[in-house]
């Protein structure tokens, strides 16, 4: 086994692995170590490929067909009798799409040359010149020390846990346990109303589950833009999701095999009985056998690892990036600070804009946005113009059955320059990609009025939600004084 190195990456999710093969292609010499066993095998791809973006979205697409099949195509005039899921069948698919992504990362890791260690990865010093790695192997076979110019640290997120709602991975279950049940529970409570709770509280809500999802905090996606939370709610609260916001989950236990869960709102007591029960209240950072007690790396208050924008952290040629620093844990951001990172150790002047990292949520319709909200842009002093859209007035959202939701961009009203773009409805995953295009080029709302947006699309949306920002929306009446 080869024992020194220009850079080894600990961790191979996202982050990691992208951070490998872009430092092959600069032709370091590379070893990603990573720990991961996944159904009985080691896994490259991290939290994302294997219980995370990726399962969690191929139970979407198929709990969204079959609500689709079985509700909306009588209005088209097609008919299907009876309709059934087979959830083993179901999960086979999803294991099958993890299974083929996590052996495509291997084999890229392969073939750029990376050299991929099974085991466990510790960072022993990261002071000297050259940095020391410990690796205990999977197998369990002897420790040994590799030496590395640089080091990128990706070691990723674990579910939080709380003490009121243990975990017992049959009846009360995290994120990872969500995408496993072997039949569709009938009552399934959800701790936490982010984005876990909406997508896995949608995926069984479709499947046929009452769901309640309790949410601390007294409004409803905080996070998002106002609007587009308020719209958001009213669309899932009519999908049959029972969101509620300002409760406190107290106990929750398993007696007689249900699960009793206890609330507090506002000082009354009330239980509820459930088949299930995920508690998904956010994920911290992993750094437990990443760091030896005396490698010089920096934490934060938090237990993130401490980095500046370029994802150095105090350590010289000793980067961190992905869910184990600040900032959104979401994967894309992980592979760009993943790509930044080597980058810069290979000492150029790469940079991660991270006012222009896109966030989507993807319950039906999506829900998703980029740059600053309505209240972040007045927070931080700009005087403001918003225009939106409803998709009530779009041809192709309403040939499309989708004919709900909204575009809004949010723009500074002396500069005209585009500040966020927000949207709930259909492909607003993808749509919202316009409005990160469009900040980063510095773009105002007279450059999307400009432009010719082909028709009919939902992307329509998006011109005349900015046409609107000046109160020119052509399908909708404008009370706005027109420019
Ligand atoms: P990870 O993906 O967590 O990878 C880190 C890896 O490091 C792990 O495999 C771990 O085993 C390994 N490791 C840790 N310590 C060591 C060590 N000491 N030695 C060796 N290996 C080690 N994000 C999105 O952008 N879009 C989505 O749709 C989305 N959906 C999600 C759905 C769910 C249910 C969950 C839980 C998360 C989702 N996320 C999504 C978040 C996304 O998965 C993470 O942001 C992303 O995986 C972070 O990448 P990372 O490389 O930083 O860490
Ligand atoms: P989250 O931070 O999105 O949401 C957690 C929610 O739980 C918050 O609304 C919070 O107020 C609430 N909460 C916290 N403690 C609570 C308590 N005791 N009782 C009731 N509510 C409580 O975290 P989540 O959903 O666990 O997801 C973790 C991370 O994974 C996210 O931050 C996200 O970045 C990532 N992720 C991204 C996805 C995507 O990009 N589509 C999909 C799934 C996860």
């Not at 909200?373 to 409803?390: R, Y």
């Not at 575009?407 to 500040?419: F, I, M, N």
Request: charged share 25%; proline share 2%; hydrophobic share 40%.
């Amino acid at each position: 086994m080869k024992t020194s190195y220009d850079l080894v990456v600990i961790g191979g999710g996202p982050g990691g692995y992208e951070a490998a093969i872009r430092g092959a292609q600069l032709g370091m010499s590379v070893a990603c170590i990573e720990k991961r066993v996944h159904k009985g095998e080691p896994a490259l791809g991290g939290t994302c490929l294997n219980v995370g973006c990726i399962p969690s979205k191929a139970l979407l697409d198929s709990s969204h067909r079959f609500e689709a099949t079985k509700h909306e195509l009588a209005e088209h005039g097609i008919s299907t009798g009876e309709v059934s899921i087979d959830v083993a069948k179901m999960l086979e698919r999803k294991d099958a799409i993890v299974k083929g992504l996590t052996g495509g990362v291997a084999g890229l890791l392969k073939g750029n040359g990376v050299d991929w260690l099974q085991g466990t990865g510790t960072l022993l010093d990261g002071k000297g010149e050259t940095k020391k790695v410990q690796f205990a192997p999977i197998d369990g076979s002897d420790s040994s020390e590799i030496s590395a110019k640089s080091v990128i640290l990706a070691a990723g997120s674990v579910p939080i846990e709380i003490p009121v709602a243990k975990t017992d991975g049959e009846y009360i279950v995290d994120s990872t346990g969500a995408l496993e049940f072997s039949e569709v529970p009938k009552r399934l409570g959800v701790i936490g109303a982010g984005v876990i709770g909406l997508e896995l509280g949608s995926v069984w809500r479709r499947l046929g589950s009452e769901v309640v999802i309790y949410e601390a905090m007294p409004e409803f996606l905080a996070v998002a833009d106002k609007d587009i939370a308020k719209e958001a709610g009213k669309l899932l609260k009519k999908q049959g999701l029972d969101i509620r916001v300002n409760t406190k989950v107290t106990n929750a236990e398993v007696v007689n095999g249900e699960v009793v869960v206890t609330t507090d709102v506002n000082g009354e007591t009330k239980t509820d009985t459930f088949d299930k029960l995920i508690v998904c209240v956010g994920r911290r950072a992993y750094s437990e056998k990443l760091l030896a007690d005396d490698c010089g790396i920096e934490l934060t208050e938090r237990g993130l690892v401490a980095v500046d924008d370029q994802c150095k952290t105090n350590l010289d040629n000793v980067y961190a990036i992905g869910d184990l620093v600040r900032g959104p844990m979401l994967a894309h951001k992980a592979m760009e600070e993943g790509m930044m990172a080597v980058e810069r150790l290979h000492g150029e002047k790469a940079q991660v804009n991270y006012d222009a990292i896109i966030s989507v949520i993807y319950t039906h319709p999506e829900i998703a946005w980029v740059g600053l909200t309505e209240e972040q842009a007045i927070a931080k002093g700009h005087e403001v113009k918003t225009g939106s859209f409803s998709l009530a007035a779009n041809g192709r959202a309403l040939a499309q059955g989708e004919g709900m939701g909204l575009v809004k961009v949010v723009a500074d009203a002396k500069t005209d320059r585009l500040l966020g773009m927000h949207m709930v409805g259909v492909g607003a995953g993808d749509i919202v990609h316009q409005g990160m295009i469009a900040l980063e080029f510095v773009s105002s709302i007279e450059d999307l009025q400009l432009m010719t947006f082909a028709h009919p699309t939902v992307s329509e949306a998006v011109h005349e939600a900015a046409l609107s920002a000046d109160g020119r929306a052509i399908h909708a009446i404008q009370r706005k004084k027109r420019k």
